[in-house]
């Protein structure tokens, strides 16, 4: 991954303070699961510590909005057509999917099985009702990689990191000393913009960086330097002004799902 600021400063950071959004994942896997992954009724097919992610993606048009059932569980409410979810981590093996309408979970689109391995899924609602195509695309997630933020800037109060050009947020409220989840990114170049932490993510944009991620790669990305170099110690060098320092992460070939449980360091 490669880095180049473009540096804007029109503000210090004044507040203190995730196809749909990137993040929001489940730190156990899916309740109803055995311990070895899988429906306690398909004699496990879990591969130990291995974990898979999975996100659903709304793409039938006459259908209304869904709620999703794993192993009996409801683990997705009223998502609508043209919505894509976040992640949920679960173990690999078999699971049965059952998706209805929402808030009425006697009128079923579909029920069936649907077999995870240790990797990215997006499973896709498609078809439609009317005609009794709808059925769930199972698509299998290579172009993507994961990053982190870990925020080192000393000077600098928490900061929400948006995707420029997009309705997006991938790392909210992130303060000094804090290190977030991974969250999964399509391969791509974008511009992220760093903004003064507020509700709504919509802050004055302090400093953007172009970055560009391949795919199946694991990136971490330090927040460094001073915000405000001219009130840095009178000692401190010259050449330390904010910036994004943007590592390689090793060993992370292929992409571990098992990552987005994260470590509870950053809320």
């Not at 009724?41 to 209304?64: K, Y």
């Not at 049965?96 to 649907?114: L, M, R, S, Y």
Request: hydrophobic share 40%; net charge negative.
């Amino acid at each position: 991954m490669t880095s180049k600021s473009n540096q804007s400063r029109r503000t210090v950071l004044k507040a203190v303070g995730a196809a749909g959004a990137l993040s929001l994942v489940g730190g156990t896997g899916v309740a109803g699961a055995n311990e070895h992954g899988g429906s306690d009724d398909d004699g496990g097919g879990g591969n130990g510590g291995d974990c898979a992610a999975v996100r659903v993606a709304h793409a039938s048009p006459d259908a209304p909005a869904v709620d999703v059932y794993v192993n009996g569980e409801k683990v997705l409410s009223n998502v609508e057509f043209g919505t894509v979810t976040d992640y949920l981590v679960v173990e690999p093996g078999t699971y049965t999917v059952k998706i209805t309408a929402a808030g009425d979970p006697e009128t079923v689109a579909f029920e069936g099985d649907v077999t995870l391995e240790s990797k990215f899924y997006t499973v896709a609602a498609v078809g439609q009702l009317s005609d009794g195509t709808f059925e769930p695309l199972v698509l299998v997630d290579d172009d993507v990689a994961l990053v982190r933020l870990v925020h080192t800037s000393p000077d600098a109060p928490a900061v929400d990191v948006t995707v420029e050009g997009a309705d997006l947020t991938l790392f909210d409220g992130v303060s000094f000393g804090d290190q977030t989840d991974y969250v999964v990114v399509p391969a791509g170049e974008y511009t992220l913009e760093v903004r003064g932490d507020t509700e709504n993510d919509d802050g004055d944009v302090v400093a953007t960086f172009d970055v560009a991620l391949e795919p199946g790669v694991q990136y971490t990305a330090f927040a460094i330097g001073y915000l405000s170099p001219e009130n840095a110690p009178a000692d401190a060098p010259d050449d330390r002004a904010f910036d994004l320092l943007v590592a390689t992460d090793a060993g992370t070939e292929p992409l571990d799902p098992c990552d987005l449980r994260g470590d509870g360091s950053n809320a």
